[in-house]
Nanobody, 128 residues
Framework: QAQLVESGGGSVQAGGSLRLSCAAS????????MGWFRQVGGKEREGVAV???????TYADSVKGRFTISRDNAKSTLTLQMDSLKPEDTAMYYC??????????????????????WGQGTQVTVSS
């Protein structure tokens, strides 16, 4: 069985930082599509950051320059480093993956928007 588990969420003041992690189990972690999405209340999930083959990445315009997505050296954990956090970043953050898809980050964003595996989410709250 494949499973994604997020961690690292919490409460922080505006301007602070948080680092989210996503551990994949039950499947070999390699270059398949992975990314982070976020959701506020009943709104649709927003693609925040996605990573594809050869470490290609794509980010939502609202987080460019502040968030960084990466895979660890062992390719067993996905990380989202969030700096200069703003109140509008407050949301439930989800790790997403499609273990059978490989491609550029842009391609992966489209793939993950339409399906894939999802974690349970980790809450991020930013106060002003």
């Amino acid at each position: 069985q494949a499973q994604l588990v997020e961690s690292g969420g919490g409460s922080v003041q505006a301007g602070g930082s948080l680092r989210l992690s996503c551990a994949a189990s039950g499947v070999t972690y390699s270059g398949y599509c992975m990314g982070w999405f976020r959701q506020v209340g009943g709104k649709e999930r927003e693609g925040v950051a996605v990573i594809g083959i050869s470490g290609t990445t794509t980010y939502a315009d609202s987080v460019k320059g502040r968030f960084t997505i990466s895979r660890d050296n062992a390719k067993s954990t996905l990380t989202l480093q969030m700096d200069s956090l703003k109140p509008e970043d407050t949301a439930m953050y989800y790790c997403a993956a499609d273990f059978s898809k490989f491609g550029s980050a842009g391609y992966c964003l489209d793939v993950l928007r339409r399906g894939g595996h999802w974690g349970q989410g980790t809450q991020v709250t930013v106060s002003s």
